[in-house]
């Protein structure tokens, strides 16, 4: 969403967890399209693995297309949601990772594949500081989410979400 967005969501998240796919693939298209794309909102995602070593993985991989092609994080980010199975059932291990990031016009797996390398240590910080950080907010599994002072939790539908911000918007236009 746009930098100067009025309501920001703030969404932990684990690659691995099948309703924060849920969320992903069914709720978070409607909130771009009624949102953010208007500029209303913007979602912020944080990295909170907890599931596997593929969920780190999978962050660090994250963090590498954000910072190598930000522009293509959000069509990276969608399809490894598209791309996950069931827990611990296979994808999600670097190989297919950079196996689905070769699918993505426009992005290097290669480069990917070696930044994940370099910045493991950087990135895994990052990984723990995003996770405190949902922790001290109360945040203690994904999809996690904080918009204003609300914490919700869960993959709940959109609605639950439209009247949360319809409220920001509302109480920022006082």
Request: one cysteine or more; a negative charge.
């Amino acid at each position: 969403g746009e930098a100067n967005a009025p309501v920001v969501l703030a969404y932990w998240l684990d690659f691995q967890c099948p309703f924060c796919q849920r969320f992903d693939l069914q709720t978070l298209p409607a909130l771009a399209q009624k949102y953010v794309n208007t500029g209303k909102l913007k979602v912020v995602f944080k990295d909170f693995q907890f599931l596997s070593e593929d969920s780190q993985t999978a962050g660090f991989a994250a963090h590498a297309v954000w910072e190598l092609y930000p522009a293509k994080y959000y069509e990276w980010h969608t399809a490894m949601f598209e791309a996950q199975d069931e827990e611990h059932a296979g994808f999600g291990n670097k190989e297919s990772i950079i196996v689905l990031t070769r699918t993505i016009a426009g992005i290097d797996a290669d480069a990917v594949s070696r930044l994940m390398q370099e910045k493991k240590s950087e990135y895994q910080a990052e990984q723990d500081g995003d996770k405190a950080e949902g922790a001290s907010f109360g945040v203690n599994g994904t999809p996690g989410f904080i918009l204003g002072n609300q914490k919700i939790s869960g993959a709940q539908p959109l609605e639950v979400f439209s009247q949360l911000i319809d409220e920001e918007l509302t109480e920022i236009k006082k």
